[in-house]
């Protein structure tokens, strides 16, 4: 991938500067990592980071001292957005981040303690911790992207997260760069005291019908919202996304050129770019930056299959999964989708009901996964066409030609890059 | 009604429609339509009025302030205790089951008035919160083969005399009152804490509700293939869940 290269080397001048018992932390937690890693368990980090933070709970806040922190945060994108951000700022200065998605405060901190000369450090953050971390890091930047209903069956209610991000970051010294299109995330930021709306756009709406502030019925007239009953509001982008252009506060557009496709990515990328104004990064730089990102941790990555062309796509919500369709490629491309219900997938696939799978009509569609019966009673119910088989080398060598669109959900996912990388 | 048209109700899907609800309009109106039937679909949203002329409403769950807010709207509202006058079917699902009850405590913590639609009244449990896979055997008056689905509430309901048990519990929680009772029935309203979506793993309650509606004994047979083999998996895996 482009970019890894210049990710924070293991060994930099910032051990130095670290008191003595973050010191012992930093150490301590690298040799779990490396325990980890020899084991055979992953790559260590977050096993690496858990070690860490229990000798000292504030390595977090130490290692976060001397950089210029962003944190990034939302149901959708954060991995990809992460990413995107890190490459721009690299116009400015060295960085450092938790690049493979290991979002809560332990993986957090194992790739803060990678330790390095960096001016800046990009975080990915859980949605579920973003408070507690910006309390430790005391961000210069927080990205806001958007909100919405994933893995129900034991996540906090989606409302509730707002709720938790809006008291958590009332008194944050961050410029907060928020979704201006997004009613659950513009709740949350509109008590910040530094505001930077981008209109980055929301195709899923289902959870935002009633009013997060009054619970008022919203009004949804285009891409405008409103709350009839309170007058909460979308506010006026400084930012807006048009098409494949990014308009700056002074209104020039500026084009999105990405390798990463879909409507999604351009959202991510206008969000970006409004944070790397922050740091003094002009839009034409940042964007051209962003040019070079290919797949992030696997998603978006074309790959060859027993002689075929596959692309991998990550689709974990019903927000996701509305994104996603609306990227791949026309019919007839063959479609496969992978569904698993593992802990970390969420164990209730009741939100398949939620996903309008009626879009992929006209593609010949294989279906599998732990849970690929849900899935085909779902499609039945939609009215497709579809063919239910055991592994991704029986849907491809069933698959009519032209290159295979395969979306899966988080486990499912995992399995997909295993299975292509035999 | 006429025998060959069905006025499908979904009742405030902004708010009740947390856990694929959706998918209990879609199946109940997909096995409605391969019976012939002309089927209008009404979303209801919660600053609509309910209408009264419909032959089947369906409420789905939600979470704790959706559900205040759908209470609140759905008392001003007459509109659903009218059409269960005119007997129209009402099935409810979790959230949506408290609200056709008495009573219920909301996300404040406070008893917030139901519709009376059921004779029940609930509360909030003190232990875990019940996650995971149910199996439960039908009131032998339904007719009805087990309903399988996915539990994930802390609500307690309390049956009282004035309707019966939809279910009695083999694997799962159910009502919570520890009497191993799911769900409760009175006539043409039923109530269940039971996702899945309830309907897609039992396609037999999608039917009962048509026949109901059309007041007749049978419908003609429609392919069942992909629901009989989910049902198959999740019934073992109920079992599974329990032996474990």
């Known amino acids: ?422 | 009604m006429s025998d060959s048209s069905l006025r499908l109700v979904w009742v405030y899907p902004d708010l009740l429609s947390t856990y694929g609800d959706r998918g209990n309009v879609l199946v109940v109106e997909r096995r409605a339509r391969q019976r012939g039937l002309d089927v209008t679909r009404i979303d209801v949203r919660s600053d609509q009025a309910v209408p009264t002329s419909g032959d089947i409403y369906l409420i789905g769950g939600g979470e704790d302030r959706p559900q205040r807010l759908a209470a609140e709207r759905l008392r001003m509202d007459s509109g659903l205790p009218r059409a269960v006058e005119n007997g129209a079917i009402v099935f409810s699902v979790c959230a949506g089951y408290q609200i056709l009850g008495h009573e219920f405590v909301n996300d404040l913590g406070q008893r917030e008035a139901g519709l009376g639609l059921l004779d029940v009244h609930s509360t909030r449990g003190e232990g875990a919160r019940n996650v995971g896979d149910i199996l439960a055997e039908v009131d032998p008056r339904l007719g009805l083969p087990p309903l399988t689905g996915f539990e994930n509430h802390q609500g307690i309901t309390h049956l009282g005399p004035g309707v019966a048990p939809l279910a009695s519990v083999q694997v799962g929680g159910g009502n919570g009152t520890g009497d191993g009772t799911e769900g409760a029935w009175r006539d043409t309203v039923f109530g269940t804490y039971l996702h899945g979506p309830v309907m897609a793993r039992n396609p037999a309650m999608a039917d009962l509700l048509i026949k109901l509606a059309l007041d007749v004994n049978a419908l003609p047979p429609v392919d069942s293939a992909w629901y009989d083999a989910l049902r198959s998996e999740r019934i073992a895996a109920a079992r599974e869940q329990q032996s474990a």
């Open chain 1, 1 to 422: 991938m482009p970019g890894t290269g210049s990710e924070a080397p293991a060994q930099g001048g910032r051990d130095t500067s670290l008191p003595a018992r973050a010191k012992i932390a930093v150490t301590a937690g690298r040799v779990a990592a490396a325990v980890s890693r020899t084991a055979g368990r992953g790559s260590g980090s977050v096993i690496g980071g858990k070690v860490a933070l229990r000798l000292d709970p504030d390595l977090l806040a130490k290692l976060a001292e001397h950089l210029d922190v962003v944190l990034v945060s939302a149901t959708n994108g954060k991995t990809t957005t992460t990413r995107l951000i890190a490459e721009a700022l690299r116009a400015a200065g060295p960085v450092v981040s938790n690049a493979l998605g290991a979002n809560m405060p332990a993986g957090i901190t194992a790739a803060l303690a990678g330790g390095s000369d960096s001016r800046f450090g990009v975080i990915e953050v859980d949605e579920k911790y973003l408070a507690g971390v910006a309390r430790d890091t005391r961000p210069k930047a927080i990205a806001l992207l958007n909100l919405s209903r994933d893995q129900l069956d034991r996540a906090a209610e989606t409302r509730m997260l707002a709720e938790r991000w809006r008291e958590g970051l009332g008194d944050t010294e961050a410029v907060v760069i928020a979704n201006a299109d997004d009613p659950l995330v513009t709740w949350a930021a509109s008590s910040c005291r530094r505001v930077v709306w981008v209109a980055a756009g929301q195709s899923w709406k289902e959870d935002a019908w009633s009013c997060p502030a009054c619970g008022g019925v919203m009004q949804r007239p285009g891409d405008d919202w409103f709350c009839g009953a309170c007058g909460f509001r979308r506010p006026q982008p400084h930012w807006a996304l048009s098409g494949d252009h990014v308009y700056d506060p002074q209104g020039v557009p500026w084009p999105i050129r990405l390798q990463l496709p879909g409507r999604a990515n351009l959202a991510n990328a206008a969000t970006s770019a409004a944070v790397a104004a922050v740091f003094g990064v002009a839009p034409q730089t940042a964007l051209e930056r962003m040019q070079s990102v290919t797949a992030v941790a696997g998603r978006y990555d074309v790959v060859s299959y027993e002689g075929r062309e596959v692309r991998l796509l990550l689709a974990k919500n019903p927000a996701g999964w509305l994104e996603t369709f609306s990227l791949i490629d026309g019919p007839p491309t063959p479609v496969i989708l992978s569904v698993n219900a593992l802990d970390a997938d969420g164990t209730d696939t009741s939100w398949l009901w939620d996903v309008d799978y009626e879009r992929l009509v006209g593609h010949p569609v294989f279906v599998m996964g732990q849970r690929k019966l849900d899935l085909a009673v779902r499609l039945e119910v939609a009215g497709l066409h579809f063919q239910v088989v055991d592994s991704l080398a029986e849907a491809v060598r069933m698959a009519p030609q032209g290159r295979i669109e395969a979306i899966a959900n988080y486990t499912a996912f995992q399995q997909l890059r295993r299975a292509v990388a035999g």
